[in-house]
């Protein structure tokens, strides 16, 4: 069975600052992930997924992330974080194709 | 034009009621998601329908029930609520094919008093 572990439950940054959101599956065979963001009272958006070919993904809002199979993990980061990017971030990982499932997620508050 | 909508918004309800939520997609997707989110925001699965068929259901209580009347429409009703089952609920769609995302709809915030 595959699992997904969101290495930081919260994480608080200054506007203007790098952010990294920290990933790591666990699956025996190969996985697709994926990035989610959930503002305030909303449902969850794509923010960009890893299906195959390069390891480093970009998504919207500035956002990549990078799939590295040796260390399992698929990173999220982003150069410079506006406050409008406070959310939670959901890490997913799919392998039998009907279901993601998802991480605890990780609580990001930018402040200025 | 909103892609995965859901109804209602918020649900304010007595234990031991009755109530049903509904989700309906337009993105022509053939399967829809019931997931169920607690109070740490941890995102648990509960229901499948893959063209109207039931093809993913979760150890949840018997008191939830899933209807799909076609693969745009996939309802959730429970009976008996419990104050257990406060939370957001999200409806999702996609295609099954491999590396497709969902679609989340806005959720419902459930809360039982």
């Known amino acids: 069975a595959q699992s997904v572990t969101q290495l930081d439950s919260q994480v608080p940054v200054f506007e203007e600052a790098p952010v990294e959101l920290r990933c790591n599956y666990s699956?025996?065979?190969?996985?697709?992930l994926f990035w989610y963001v959930q503002y305030p009272n909303q449902g969850l958006q794509l923010l960009l997924k890893?299906?195959?070919?390069?390891?480093l993904v970009k998504g919207i809002n500035g956002f990549e992330a990078e799939f590295n199979k040796s260390q399992t993990s698929f990173h999220l980061r982003k150069p410079s974080v506006h406050i409008s990017d406070t959310a939670e971030y959901f890490c997913?990982?799919?392998?039998?194709?009907?279901?993601?499932?998802f991480g605890e997620g990780t609580q990001l508050t930018v402040n200025p | 034009d909103t892609a995965v909508s859901q109804t209602p918004k918020y649900l304010v309800t007595q234990m031991g009621n009755d109530k049903s939520i509904k989700c309906e997609q337009n993105?022509?997707?053939?399967?829809m998601y019931w997931y169920k989110q607690d109070s740490k925001k941890f995102l648990k699965i509960m229901f499948s329908?893959?063209?109207?068929?039931?093809?993913i259901n979760e150890t949840v209580p018997n008191r939830f029930s899933p209807k799909s009347p076609d693969k745009a429409h996939l309802n959730l009703h429970i009976n008996s609520l419990e104050l257990g089952d406060s939370a957001v609920y999200f409806c999702?769609?996609?295609?099954?094919?491999?590396?497709?995302?969902?679609?989340f709809g806005s959720g419902t915030r459930l809360t039982v008093v």
């Open positions: 999702a769609s996609r295609n099954l094919v491999r590396g497709y995302g969902y679609t």
């Open positions: 997913a990982v799919e392998t039998s194709g009907s279901r993601l499932t």
């Open positions: 890893y299906l195959s070919g390069s390891t």
């Open positions: 329908y893959n063209n109207k068929e039931l093809i």
């Open positions: 993105l022509g997707h053939d399967t």
């Open positions: 699956s025996s065979v190969s996985v697709y």
